[in-house]
């Protein structure tokens, strides 16, 4: 495989998915990435553990206003879940990160899907992408460029985001995904495959 490669299988994901289903509220408690114009994401559900401070954009709406693009913070879920700290941080460790992103929980109902996509500019070009699947089965497909997987429960996978990419939930739970973001010494997961 060229578009993706497996970091780690097994990881106990139970306890982060349970405090996901005992704390509805921290859903859509942000709509930027769900809501604009053409997103291929208006079919998710989203929870920012860490993402770029919006409190300037949102005052002004204007984009120059978000002053490091490189830079996250911490978002109230990120206190509301420790589950996913130290899911987080162990994947730092094992990938050698420098620098952690944006993290974030995506959910996609039974019959959704993520439209066909390529994650540009400059912050998707600084850091590379991992995705540990919470809950799924094999009926949600993950595409990029053209290869295609079924992840499993506690799989965690980089993938190119530079590719062309998309999901399709064909099965019968909702996909719940942790998205990280890190920066690593060295760039390129996929030279490791």
């Known amino acids: 495989m060229r578009h993706f490669l497996k970091i780690a299988e097994g990881v106990d994901v139970i306890p982060l998915t349970l405090a996901l289903y005992q704390q509805p509220g921290l859903w859509n408690q ?19 553990l ?13 984009v120059s206003r978000i002053v490091d693009e490189h830079e996250s913070i911490n978002y109230p879920a990120m206190a509301a879940l420790p589950q996913a700290r130290a899911l987080i941080f162990r994947l730092m460790a094992r990938v050698e990160g420098e620098r952690l992103g944006r993290v ?17 500019g400059a912050h998707a070009a600084y850091y590379e992408r ?15 460029g053209d290869e295609v ?22 099965g019968a739970l909702d996909r719940l995904t942790m998205i990280i973001d890190i920066h690593t010494t060295t760039q390129g997961a996929s030279d490791a495959s």
């Open 104 to 120: 974030l929980i995506t959910r996609l109902a039974p019959g959704g899907a993520i439209t066909p996509h390529v994650d540009g």
């Open 149 to 170: 997987i079924a992840m499993a429960p506690g799989e965690c996978w980089w993938f190119d985001n530079a590719q062309e990419h998309e999901v399709v939930n064909a």
């Open 50 to 62: 860490r993402f770029q401070d919006m409190a300037p954009y949102e005052t002004t709406c204007e």
């Open 30 to 48: 942000h709509t930027l990435r769900t809501q604009h114009p053409g997103t291929p994401h208006a079919q998710v559900d989203d929870i920012w």
């Open 130 to 144: 991992f995705h540990l699947l919470l809950q799924g089965d094999a009926g949600s497909r993950f595409r990029a």
